[in-house]
């Protein structure tokens, strides 16, 4: 069974950017869409947008345009999400997730540990 | 952007009793690509039902999802103490409901 595992906790300064990672365990990602949906504390759940890493398409929430962009390594099968001008409403776990048919459409059947990012100065 | 609401807010129920939630979307969702996940503190959520009717894999049959355009509905017919949870739906592997928390009673 793939697992997609993330990179570890940030601590980050307001106004700075943070690079999340997400890469599959024992697998590639093949044609499936990946996504990113963030939690702040205590708070519900939130997509933020998401990327085909074969055809390198991405989109994005219109809260997040402009502030974060979601990239695609096919080389080490990996992916990323930056969010910049971070301010401390950011602070949230950060969970990369994979569209279940393929697309997004569908559902996410597969889930990162997550990546808490905490903002603070 | 199509807005979801999900009622009530918290659900307190006791084990063994059938839980009833509710997804309302501002617009009708397409193709009724409707998704519920479930989320216990700590872990990431585990998608339940996706295509408002179908159930993923591996998850018991005591789950059912029902609806089509605007109003959807997650069932749980006999609720098991790992039942006790946050539960949120999601149109079109986009935005969220805020959720649904069933507590034990």
């Known amino acids: 069974q793939v697992q997609l595992v993330q990179s570890g906790t940030e601590v980050k300064k307001p106004g700075s950017s943070v690079k999340v990672s997400c890469k599959p365990s024992g697998g590639t990602f093949s044609s499936y869409t990946i996504c990113w949906v963030r939690q702040a504390p205590g708070q519900g759940l939130e997509w933020m947008g998401g990327?085909?890493?074969?055809?390198?398409?991405?989109d994005y929430a219109q809260k997040f345009q402009g502030r974060v962009t979601i990239t695609a390594d096919k080389s080490t099968s990996t992916v990323y999400m930056e969010l910049s001008s971070l301010r401390s409403e950011d602070t949230a776990v950060y969970y990369c997730a994979r569209g279940m048919s393929g697309d997004r459409r569908d559902g996410f059947d597969i889930w990162g540990q997550g990546t808490m990012v905490t903002v603070s100065s | 952007e199509i807005v979801l609401t999900q009622s009530p807010g918290t659900l307190s129920l006791s084990p063994g009793e059938r839980a009833t939630l509710s997804c309302r979307a501002s617009q009708s969702v397409s193709s009724n690509y409707l998704a519920w996940y479930q989320q216990k503190p700590g872990q990431a959520p585990r998608l339940l039902i996706h295509g408002a009717s179908s159930r993923a894999t591996g998850i018991p049959d005591r789950f059912s999802g029902t609806g089509s355009g605007t109003d959807f509905t997650l069932t749980i017919s006999r609720l098991e103490p790992e039942d006790f949870a946050v539960y949120y739906c999601q149109q079109y592997g986009s935005s969220f409901g805020p959720g649904t928390k069933v507590e034990i009673k």
């Open positions: 990327i085909n890493p074969i055809f390198d398409t991405a």
